[in-house]
């Protein structure tokens, strides 16, 4: 089945730019969706489609994805943004259907 | 706004059978796919299972085939998790999430409901 890889765990100093990986065989020929948990709450999508962001969420956050890596870029980093992130496609090819990424816990030093 | 509301989770022994529900509102509620998502104790997430907008089309994660059944109602705007042979590995918290963009992500998601498998 296909498997996403992400780092455990980013840091960065506020203001500064966060980069999150998700690393997949040629993942850059599908599309990629990303979501932020924070604790105790449920995923909240924050990037579709690679690139799109829903309604709501702060431009700071953006997305791209080509080759074997798609990367989520927040921008400006604010305490707030101190959560979970997780990658997600969806896979027709596998029984699974959709696939997540393990996370990557990004620390706002 | 757009809101789903699980319930249902609990304590059950392994071996042992609970159904979750997911209340919809705020959407057509029977013109989309529906889904559940789980996620172990300080783990990641793992897709359980889809439902079409109609019942007709069904999926499951391998982890749960032959033991979990997904359904919904929509004329009462709900959405259902029958799982029976529980282990202690279907530990986790259950989220209800509409599926977009062709089935291709999720948004929104309930805020959850944990089932905990132990004796």
């Known amino acids: 089945s296909y498997v996403l890889t992400q780092p455990p765990s980013v840091s960065v100093a506020p203001g500064k730019t966060a980069r999150i990986t998700c690393g997949g065989n040629n993942i850059g020929s599908k599309s990629v969706h990303w979501y932020q948990q924070k604790p105790g709450q449920a995923p909240v999508l924050v990037i579709y489609?690679?690139?799109d962001r829903p309604s709501g969420i702060p431009e700071r956050f953006s997305g791209s994805n080509s080759g074997n890596t798609a990367t989520l870029t927040i921008s400006r980093v604010e305490a707030g943004d101190e959560a979970d992130y997780y990658c997600?496609?969806?896979?027709?090819?596998?029984?699974?259907?959709?696939?997540f990424g393990g996370g990557t816990k990004l620390t706002v030093l | 706004q757009v809101q789903l509301v699980e319930s249902g989770g609990g304590l059950v022994k392994p071996g042992g059978s609970l159904r979750l529900s997911c209340a919809a509102s705020g959407f057509t509620f029977s013109d989309y796919y529906m889904s559940w998502i789980r996620q172990a104790p300080g783990k990641g997430l793992e897709w359980v299972s889809y439902i079409s907008s109609s019942g007709s089309t069904i999926y499951y994660a391998d982890s749960v085939k032959g033991r979990f059944t997904i359904s919904r109602d929509n004329a009462k705007n709900s959405l259902y998790l029958q799982m029976n042979s529980l282990r202690a590995e279907d530990t986790a918290v259950y989220y209800c999430a509409r599926p977009r963009g062709g089935q291709s992500w999720f948004d929104p998601w309930g805020q959850g409901t944990l089932v905990t498998v132990s004796s």
């Open positions: 997600q496609v969806w896979d027709s090819s596998s029984d699974h259907f959709v696939v």
């Open positions: 489609y690679d690139s």
